[in-house]
């Protein structure tokens, strides 16, 4: 069987590393002339970070990534609502790493590279159609350099891992539109920063409204470790504001930043300092897409945020998209037809990631926060007489447990 990837995110490098552990030869095809560590800082969830242990991966995280111990929960004004130890420390069998993206994508594509080899990562082509039949599919790529030339490519399978923007889900839904957007905008940063407390925290202060995320993404070296920073604020509404223009490169001005940045308050950091150390600032909005009815269409599909873009909310984006990649590359290894094995991974994983989307809407686990802000919008002296604690742990390990790493959940 031959498999062609578009798109060499997170999502397509693990799929073709999956593949070609099951024997399934793959092609990945990237629009970007060169796959560059561009983006700060993600986590992986434990039950990813299983899938990429699998492969050999857990040493090469190690090294560039950072295993977290505890994710704490405050109010804007930093009152603690709710704290938790998280991978290996909760008592999962691997652990949850916070990571710069682009890092963790170059981890990937190396691999690829060594494992598939040179010729199995094909650059700067953008998909642009296809065609399929009972035989295969066939493929139309254009030069994203210079739209000048084109490339035609031909397999059993097209995965299309294209992203939010995906040229595979709007052949199949033209009248889609544009991502949907709550009016949320985020800037995001990091630096060089001394270690906060254990240097393994990682504390998100606020709701879906207004939110500040704060984490170190790399190993403390002399005293100091990457500090990564996000500020989420709804700015606009989106009934009549158009979101502004998505894009991993788009930069804002301190100026622009550091007045929400100083809304919120974490015990122990300086967030102005932090926010002004910060030589680069990332801007672009907060947006999904609606649930689709199916992702498979014969020999074609979608796999991560071409089939299921969600809000950053629970460190679920990364991980589901290599929980597709496994499902995936298991039935293509086990199904007598490639169709059939499309078929059942929609049927396995849309309903899944369907219902992440969903609960990500309404604020996922940092719910917790909003529900406790609501009712005690000035503070309070004891958090359980605002919100009691089975009711915090209720949202907090519901949502552990609907998107598949809760504590029944853990994987050996």
Same mark, same amino acid.
């Given at each position: 069987?031959?498999?062609?990837?578009?798109?060499?995110?997170?999502?397509?490098?693990?799929?073709?590393? @999956?593949? /070609?552990?099951?024997?399934?030869?793959?092609?990945?095809?990237?629009?970007?002339?060169? !796959?560059?560590? !561009?983006?700060?800082?993600?986590?992986?969830?434990?039950?990813?970070?299983?899938?990429?242990?699998?492969?050999?991966?857990?040493?090469?995280?190690?090294?560039?990534?950072?295993?977290?111990?505890?994710?704490?929960?405050?109010?804007?004004?930093?009152?603690?609502?709710?704290?938790?130890?998280?991978?290996?420390?909760?008592?999962? &069998?691997?652990?949850?790493?916070?990571?710069?993206?682009?890092?963790?994508?170059?981890?990937?594509?190396?691999?690829?590279?060594?494992?598939?080899?040179?010729?199995?990562?094909?650059?700067?082509?953008?998909?642009?159609?296809?065609?399929?039949?009972?035989?295969?599919?066939?493929? #139309?790529?254009?030069?994203?350099?210079?739209?000048?030339?084109?490339?035609?490519?031909?397999?059993?399978?097209?995965?299309?891992?294209?992203?939010? #923007?995906?040229?595979?889900?709007?052949?199949?839904?033209?009248?889609?539109?544009?991502?949907?957007? +709550?009016? !949320? !905008?985020?800037?995001?940063?990091?630096?060089? %920063? +001394?270690?906060?407390?254990?240097?393994?925290?990682?504390?998100?202060?606020?709701?879906?409204?207004?939110?500040? =995320?704060? $984490? *170190?993404? &790399?190993?403390?070296?002399?005293?100091?470790?990457?500090?990564? %920073?996000?500020?989420?604020?709804?700015?606009?509404?989106?009934?009549?504001?158009?979101?502004? *223009?998505?894009?991993?490169?788009?930069?804002?001005?301190?100026?622009?930043?550091?007045?929400?940045?100083?809304?919120?308050?974490? +015990?122990?950091?300086?967030?102005?300092?932090?926010?002004?150390?910060?030589?680069?600032?990332?801007?672009?909005? @907060?947006?999904?897409?609606?649930?689709? *009815?199916?992702?498979?269409?014969?020999?074609?599909?979608?796999?991560?945020?071409?089939?299921?873009? @969600?809000?950053?909310?629970?460190?679920?984006? &990364?991980?589901?998209?290599?929980?597709?990649?496994?499902?995936?590359?298991?039935?293509? &290894?086990?199904?007598? /037809?490639?169709?059939?094995?499309?078929?059942? $991974?929609?049927?396995?994983?849309?309903?899944?990631?369907?219902?992440?989307?969903?609960?990500?809407?309404?604020?996922?686990?940092?719910?917790?926060?909003?529900? =406790?802000?609501?009712?005690?919008?000035?503070?309070?002296?004891?958090?359980?007489?605002?919100?009691?604690?089975?009711?915090?742990?209720?949202? =907090?390990?519901?949502?552990?447990? @609907?998107?598949?790493?809760?504590?029944?959940?853990?994987?050996?």
């Amino acid at each position: 069987m031959t498999v062609l990837i578009a798109g060499a995110g997170i999502g397509g490098l693990a799929t073709a590393l @999956m593949l /070609h552990k099951r024997g399934i030869n793959a092609t990945v095809v990237e629009q970007a002339s060169e !796959v560059r560590e !561009v983006g700060v800082g993600i986590n992986t969830l434990p039950h990813s970070i299983a899938e990429l242990s699998e492969l050999g991966l857990l040493a090469r995280l190690d090294e560039v990534g950072l295993r977290t111990r505890e994710l704490r929960y405050l109010t804007r004004s930093g009152q603690e609502v709710w704290r938790e130890l998280r991978g290996t420390h909760a008592g999962h &069998a691997h652990p949850q790493f916070s990571i710069h993206r682009g890092r963790l994508q170059k981890l990937l594509f190396d691999a690829v590279i060594e494992r598939l080899g040179p010729q199995s990562v094909e650059t700067g082509l953008r998909l642009t159609g296809f065609v399929q039949n009972e035989g295969g599919v066939t493929a #139309h790529f254009s030069s994203s350099r210079d739209g000048l030339s084109s490339r035609t490519l031909r397999s059993e399978v097209l995965i299309c891992a294209d992203g939010i #923007h995906s040229v595979g889900r709007s052949r199949f839904y033209p009248d889609e539109g544009p991502p949907s957007w +709550p009016g !949320v !905008v985020m800037w995001r940063g990091a630096t060089e %920063w +001394p270690v906060w407390e254990d240097g393994q925290t990682m504390v998100i202060a606020g709701g879906l409204g207004g939110k500040l =995320v704060l $984490y *170190p993404i &790399a190993p403390a070296k002399d005293g100091r470790q990457l500090m990564n %920073w996000v500020v989420n604020i709804r700015i606009a509404d989106p009934s009549v504001s158009p979101p502004p *223009p998505e894009s991993w490169s788009r930069t804002a001005p301190l100026s622009k930043v550091l007045p929400y940045a100083k809304r919120f308050n974490v +015990p122990g950091i300086d967030l102005e300092a932090l926010v002004r150390a910060s030589g680069t600032i990332f801007e672009y909005p @907060m947006a999904d897409r609606d649930p689709l *009815p199916r992702w498979t269409h014969g020999r074609v599909t979608l796999l991560g945020d071409a089939a299921h873009p @969600m809000y950053p909310v629970g460190s679920n984006g &990364a991980a589901q998209a290599i929980l597709d990649a496994r499902c995936l590359a298991d039935l293509l &290894a086990i199904s007598e /037809h490639p169709r059939e094995a499309l078929y059942r $991974y929609e049927k396995e994983r849309l309903p899944k990631t369907a219902e992440i989307v969903r609960t990500n809407r309404i604020g996922g686990p940092e719910r917790v926060i909003d529900e =406790v802000e609501k009712r005690s919008p000035q503070g309070f002296e004891d958090v359980n007489a605002v919100l009691g604690h089975s009711d915090r742990e209720a949202i =907090v390990k519901g949502y552990a447990n @609907m998107a598949g790493f809760g504590q029944s959940q853990k994987k050996t």
